[in-house]
């Protein structure tokens, strides 16, 4: 069983950066997948990144490829997903997940809010 608590959003101003970190409890955290999602208001929510357990393999959405980068560390339990060059279409409740297996997130945290101001 894995619990997760995101921290880390805010307001920020278009071109500034914000790293999100998602603490989790459990003590298989390491053979999850890691991902960060985010919906807007009034939209469906979409998969930003991706890690597998390794860290070999990362998948990032193409509206955020080259900005943000999602990581994790195996040994605090936390992944987290540094945005840099924010836009404000970046504005969303963000969230961590955790997937046992590809693509099936199982556990997902309770969202962060990030705002990016124009």
């Known amino acids: 069983q894995v619990q997760l608590v995101e921290s880390g959003g805010g307001l920020v101003q278009a071109g500034g950066s914000l790293t999100l970190s998602c603490a989790a409890s459990g003590r298989t955290f390491s053979r999850y997948i890691m991902g960060w999602f985010r919906q807007a208001p009034g939209k469906e929510r979409e998969s930003v990144a991706r890690?597998?357990?390794?860290?070999?393999?990362?998948y990032y959405a193409d509206s955020v490829k080259g900005r943000f980068t999602i990581s994790r560390d195996n040994a605090k339990n936390t992944v987290y997903l540094q945005m840099n060059s924010l836009k404000p279409e970046d504005t969303a409740v963000y969230y961590c997940?955790?997937?046992?297996?590809?693509?099936?997130?199982?556990?997902w945290g309770q969202g962060t809010q990030v705002t990016v101001s124009s």
């Open positions: 997940a955790a997937a046992s297996t590809p693509g099936a997130y199982d556990h």
């Open positions: 890690i597998t357990w390794a860290t070999r393999n990362t």
